[in-house]
């Protein structure tokens, strides 16, 4: 990566920066209880999450140097997953109370604000973490994910351009930031919508005009039925389907060697089948099979149900099988076992009852919800969107790519 500026520096700068390592819980007086930033609080767009902060009571000496101020930045040293590298950051914008910052990240202060705008600094940090730069320096011991520090702090590069310049570049980014936090406002609001309308839609609290026929209380196993396509076990590779839990619908992958599935025969899921994960049924492990699993292969303890579609669609079921009545339901017919592990009694399943209307009215329903959730969809792609332009953005602006002109 080439720079625009005339000096470049790293966090091993001590004129520019000071570092300071997160606090423990203690015990040795004097002590002072505070608000600690930890992993949980980080959000991938840097970001703190203020909903769940810890307190603890930590040394009254060991806080005083570490008490967060406004423009600090914190570094997650310590975390991450297979899908989430580690070295996320977040800064610091609040100006009172009594904060710090776990054992498990590092602050950076910024030693000269006049030279190298906090906000600047963060958003170098950022497009390093952003970047995938990080997952290249994890360092893993007993399968927690570490961050070689030393060549973090050489690998982060920030240029010194004149003042005005980096305020105007934050400028331009804090208006993508906007953007994005307006966007996800958007989306939660749509969703706080959609998920009063489904209590009372599907509950008959709320009814549209020319809909008054009574509801039915009717058992599960008088629209649905099992339908079992067994299939000999493919030779080659072929296509599985999982479910998620908790109402997150589907996913598939592919099976390369079917020789490490231990079973002779398979069963075929097809595209508006409702399956069940038996094992994780309590965990909210059922869905509607879409486009993408049609044909898939799954295993026995992956049943499959066809509708009777003259009394239940599967447009309207697969709004109601995601109500926590339901989940609750499911809960009762999968007894106790091993760890997570309770298996759904299959007979029991098809005895659930529901209370439903006609064909016609939960048409009407679905077509309704169906059409909130289009929207919620749209939003999130245009959101996903907005972020991976800020993300080009910012590289652009970071290394002079694109300059900005400022009068």
């Known amino acids: 990566m080439t720079h625009f500026a005339d000096r470049v520096i790293d966090l091993n700068n001590k004129e520019y920066f000071k570092i300071f390592e997160g606090l423990w819980r203690s015990e040795k007086p004097p002590l002072i209880q505070v608000g600690v930033i930890r992993n949980t609080n980080f959000t991938s767009t840097g970001e703190i999450d203020y909903s769940d902060i810890a307190y603890l009571n930590v040394e009254v000496n060991k806080f005083r140097e570490r008490r967060l101020i ?9 975390g991450g997953g297979p899908k989430q590298p580690v070295g996320r950051v977040v800064k610091f914008n609040k100006t009172e109370g009594d904060f710090s910052f776990s054992n498990f990240t590092s602050m950076v202060r910024i030693q000269k604000p006049d030279l190298l705008f906090p906000q600047f600094a963060f958003y170098v940090l950022l497009e390093v973490y952003q970047s995938g730069k990080t997952k290249n320096i994890e360092r893993r011991t007993t399968g927690i994910r570490n961050l070689d520090f030393s060549l973090y702090k050489k690998l982060a590069k920030f240029p010194l351009i004149p003042i005005f310049e980096q305020q105007y570049i934050c400028n331009v980014l804090s208006a993508w930031d906007r953007a994005i936090e307006r966007v996800q406002r958007l989306i939660e609001a749509k969703q706080q919508q959609k998920d009063q309308l489904v209590l009372q839609l599907l509950s008959g609290q709320k009814r549209f005009p020319g809909f008054q026929d009574e509801w039915k209380q009717v058992r599960l196993g008088t629209f649905l039925h099992p339908k079992f396509r067994k299939v000999v076990k493919p030779d ?39 399956i069940v994960n038996i094992t994780f049924a309590w965990e909210g492990a059922i869905a509607l099979v879409g486009p993408d699993g049609d044909g898939a292969l799954v295993s026995h303890r992956f049943p499959t149900y066809v509708f009777d579609t003259s009394k239940m669609l599967p447009e309207y079921f697969k ?19 091993a760890g997570r592990n309770r298996v759904m009694n299959k007979g029991d399943f098809l005895k659930i009852t529901v209370t439903i209307p006609g064909v016609e009215e939960q048409k009407k329903i679905a077509s309704v919800l169906g059409g909130m959730d289009e929207q919620i969809a749209l939003l999130k792609k245009y959101l996903e969107k907005l972020k991976e332009q800020k993300k080009g953005l910012m590289q652009k602006l970071l290394t002079g790519e694109i300059r900005v002109k400022v009068n």
Do not use: C, N, W
């Open 70 to 78: 406004k423009g600090d930045i914190i570094i997650e040293r310590s």
């Open 236 to 274: 080659g590779a072929y296509l599985r389907l999982g479910i998620r839990s908790h109402g997150k619908g589907t996913f598939t992958s592919v099976v390369d060697d079917p020789e490490t599935i231990a079973l002779t025969h398979l069963f075929q899921a097809r595209k508006d089948d409702l």
């Open 319 to 337: 709004h109601l099988m995601v109500t926590d009545r339901f989940f609750y339901e499911l809960v009762l017919i999968s007894p106790g076992g």
